[in-house]
């Protein structure tokens, strides 16, 4: 396994409803994580809502941080959407998208930052 060093993602230590633990930034709803750091998601920032969902401007700060690979997480409820043209967006950049609901897009991302990948992503904690 590859050694982990600054310029990894910070790993989510733990998601419940309403609530991620994410290494070094502590607990917060929802989060923006990219190779070497993070903050919370706003979603007023871009007008995000359920739907349309994931906009291509949500995305952006990850591409501008070294993202190769992108975690879009819907909510434990998986009411959160993509929008088509975030994912044709990521696409065009050469950017791999993994969509899937949010514990299990928590799993995944831990796998790939572990691996050393240079992996983002977009995670929400309710519905």
Known sequence: MP???SNSAPEILSVKWGKMVVETLGAGKDFKLW??????WNWEETGTGHSPGIQVSD???LLDNGCKIVVLSRGILLRLKVDKKTLAFLEENNVEAI???T???VKVYNSLVQQGKQV???FHSTC
């Open 120 to 122: 983002g992503g977009l």
């Open 99 to 101: 969509v899937c609901e």
């Open 103 to 105: 514990k299990k897009a």
């Open 59 to 61: 995305c952006r700060e």
């Open 3 to 5: 050694e982990k060093n």
């Open 35 to 40: 190779p070497g750091g993070g903050r919370s």
